[in-house]
Structures are given as structure tokens and as C-alpha cells.
């Protein structure tokens, strides 16, 4: 591979109507344009997007692994935040 | 060649010629797995490939057995266009064979899906995969047309080198009826005309037909490049007769 000053885009695809855009990966591509069609082949061969995102790399602000304590850690000892005490109703789905 | 149960309702030559032109492109295409500039291109045309493939095994099959057809007929009775047996070149060549080709498939299907023929099941669902394949083929000639000057001088000897396998397209192929063929070859002009145009190329003024007239490849003849081409698609299958996966 010798194109690697192809910027690198992350995909998020949509599988169906009704849910959200979920990440499914990335791919280099010279442009917003390609990286779409790019993102079509290799994430929706098999039926699996109605909607594609492309969206930089360079784009995205990401947190830091050495911030995972302070930003993730508090929320572990309160559980009263968690839905943990409800019976779930029998056919609900997507929960 | 021998006649099958449907042969009277399936103009088996045409047939044959439209399903030629997809298996020959697609094996051309498949050419570069392993090879392309970049592992997102080397799907994409795999992707193409594959979706000609398809339409090859319909095609084949309304005119005979598909595997018979594929791999153990002779060059001379190949029926495919000129065009699509022509080597993939560098990168450009591809692209333009792919734009010269995917935009005559998608005008020609769009026509046939409308019509009430053998081929308008096959055309509608052909169609969709053409008018992609042909988006990707002018999004890369735009792109290399009017890229560097590498690929811009690359693209344009890539449209100029394959300019005189364009006039055969739109040669009436025999068992399709109500083409209206010259109105075709207008349309396919007024298109890669604009597209040239966008991506700083100049349209090739040599002859696409003549005296002399590459093309004939519906007729059965058929370029150098393109036996060494069915060597290597039909060796397995003659070296291990009914081989399976």
C-alpha cells in the first residue's frame, strides 16, 4: 500500500429505519465522495445499511485512556442511576 | 450449437453476447484482486465483478449450460465486445474501459428493463448495478482526469487507447428488438462527452468506426490479448472436468 496520505474516515452505518447510525469501521479514501462509495463496499455488500455516514478521523475529539478514571469511574457506585429495579413487561423489544 | 427447450422464445444470440460481455469483463476485473492501488479499491471492483458475474450466469444460462458456455467454448465463439476483453493496463485503463462500457450497459439496460422482452427481468435489476458501476467509473475519471498531471496524462491515454473499441457497441445485436441503436450511441456520446469535459479531458477524435474497424468481437473475432485471457479462466475447468468448490 503506498496511498497512505489518504486521510482515514470512520463509517457509521444504519441498518434499518428506527435504530441509529452505528459505527462499523474505517477506511482511507481521498475524498467525503469515495469514502462514501468506499464505505458502501466494504460495509453493505450483505444488506446490512439503509443510511451511511463518513465523518474524518481527524474529526473526531476522543477521550483519553488516562482520563478513564475521572470521567468513567464515578458512575460505578450509584446505582440508583441504573434500571436495575423494574420488572420488564413481557414483548417489549429493544431494551 | 445445440438448441435448448427455450431456444425458440430466447434469442439465444443475443444472449450470449450480452452474457459474454459481463463474464469477460467481470474475469478482467477479478484480474486486479491482489493487485489494486489500494485495499478499498481492490473491493470495489471485486464488487463490480461480482455483480457482472451474476448477470453472466443468467444470461449464459437462457442460452445453455452456463459452465459449458464459460469454460469450454472456443475463442472464436465468444461473443463479446472488443472492449471488455481489452487488458486492465494501468489503473486509468481500467477506469476508462469501465466508464466506455458501465455507461452503454446502463443506457442499454434502462432500455430493456422498459420493454416487455426476454431480457427486461434481468435489465431491471441490471440496471440498478450499472448506474453504480458507472457513478464509480466517472468518479475516478473525474478524479484522475483532473488530478495530477500523472493521471491526467495517464487518463487521457487510457480514453485515447481504447477510442476505436467504442464504435462496436452500438453495432444492432441481433435478437434485441426495439433498441432504437443510433439514438443509443447518441446518448452514450452526449455522456462521456460531459463527463470528459468535467474532468479536463479532450473527447479522442480518432474513428470509432471505418474501413479499417476494430470490432468485431460480436462476430466472433477477437483481439490477441483476449486468448491468453481464456487460457487462464478455462484451465481449471478443462484440467479437472466438473471440479466443484
Known amino acids: 500500500m503506498t496511498h497512505t496520505d489518504w486521510p482515514l474516515w470512520e463509517v457509521f452505518v444504519r441498518s434499518r429505519r428506527g435504530l441509529s447510525h452505528t459505527h462499523a469501521g474505517s477506511l482511507h479514501a481521498p475524498d467525503a465522495e469515495l469514502a462514501l462509495r468506499n464505505a458502501r463496499d466494504l460495509y453493505t455488500r450483505r444488506g446490512e445499511g439503509v443510511s451511511i455516514w463518513v465523518v474524518p478521523s481527524s474529526a473526531v475529539t476522543a477521550s483519553s485512556p488516562d482520563e478513564k478514571d475521572p470521567f468513567f469511574e464515578p458512575s460505578a457506585d450509584k446505582p440508583y442511576r441504573h434500571p436495575t429495579f423494574y420488572e420488564i413487561p413481557e414483548g417489549v423489544q429493544h431494551l | 450449437m445445440t438448441t435448448t427447450p427455450a431456444a425458440d422464445t430466447v434469442p439465444t444470440a443475443a444472449a450470449l453476447a450480452l452474457g459474454d460481455d459481463a463474464l469477460v469483463l467481470s474475469h478482467r476485473l477479478g484480474e486486479w484482486a491482489g493487485h489494486a492501488p489500494v485495499l478499498e479499491e481492490e473491493v470495489?471492483?471485486?464488487?463490480?465483478?461480482?455483480?457482472?458475474?451474476?448477470?453472466?450466469?443468467?444470461?449464459?444460462?437462457?442460452?445453455?449450460?452456463?459452465?459449458?458456455?464459460?469454460?469450454?467454448?472456443?475463442?472464436?465463439a465468444f461473443r463479446n465486445l472488443q472492449l471488455v476483453e481489452q487488458p486492465g493496463g494501468d489503473f486509468a485503463h481500467t477506469i476508462a474501459r469501465q466508464l466506455?462500457?458501465?455507461?452503454?450497459?446502463?443506457?442499454?439496460?434502462?432500455?430493456?428493463?422498459?420493454?416487455?422482452?426476454?431480457?427486461?427481468?434481468?435489465?431491471?435489476?441490471?440496471?440498478?448495478?450499472?448506474?453504480?458501476?458507472?457513478?464509480?467509473?466517472?468518479?475516478?475519471?473525474?478524479?484522475?482526469?483532473?488530478?495530477?498531471?500523472?493521471?491526467?496524462?495517464?487518463?487521457?491515454?487510457?480514453?485515447?487507447?481504447?477510442?476505436?473499441?467504442?464504435?462496436?457497441?452500438?453495432?444492432?445485436?441481433?435478437?434485441?428488438?426495439?433498441?432504437?441503436?443510433?439514438?443509443?450511441?447518441?446518448?452514450?456520446?452526449?455522456?462521456i462527452e460531459d463527463v470528459l469535459g468535467r474532468a479536463t479531458l479532450t473527447v479522442p477524435d480518432g474513428p470509432r468506426t471505418g474501413a479499417w474497424r476494430a470490432g468485431a468481437g460480436r462476430q466472433g473475432l477477437h483481439t490477441e490479448p483476449f486468448g491468453r485471457m481464456l487460457a487462464e479462466m478455462q484451465h481449471l475447468h478443462r484440467s479437472h472436468p466438473g471440479a466443484t468448490w
Open chain 2, 44 to 76: 470495489a471492483l471485486a464488487n463490480i465483478a461480482l455483480d457482472l458475474l451474476g448477470q453472466a450466469r443468467v444470461l449464459l444460462s437462457m442460452a445453455g449450460d452456463e459452465d459449458e458456455l464459460a469454460f469450454l467454448r472456443e475463442e472464436r
Open chain 2, 100 to 191: 466506455y462500457f458501465s455507461v452503454y450497459q446502463h443506457l442499454l439496460h434502462d432500455r430493456l428493463a422498459s420493454g416487455d422482452g426476454p431480457f427486461a427481468p434481468l435489465a431491471g435489476k441490471a440496471v440498478k448495478e450499472a448506474a453504480y458501476h458507472r457513478d464509480h467509473a466517472e468518479q475516478w475519471t473525474l478524479r484522475l482526469g483532473d488530478g495530477t498531471d500523472e493521471s491526467h496524462a495517464r487518463m487521457q491515454r487510457a480514453v485515447d487507447a481504447l477510442w476505436r473499441f467504442t464504435g462496436e457497441m452500438f453495432q444492432p445485436v441481433e435478437g434485441i428488438d426495439g433498441v432504437d441503436w443510433p439514438a443509443l450511441e447518441r446518448d452514450w456520446l452526449g455522456v
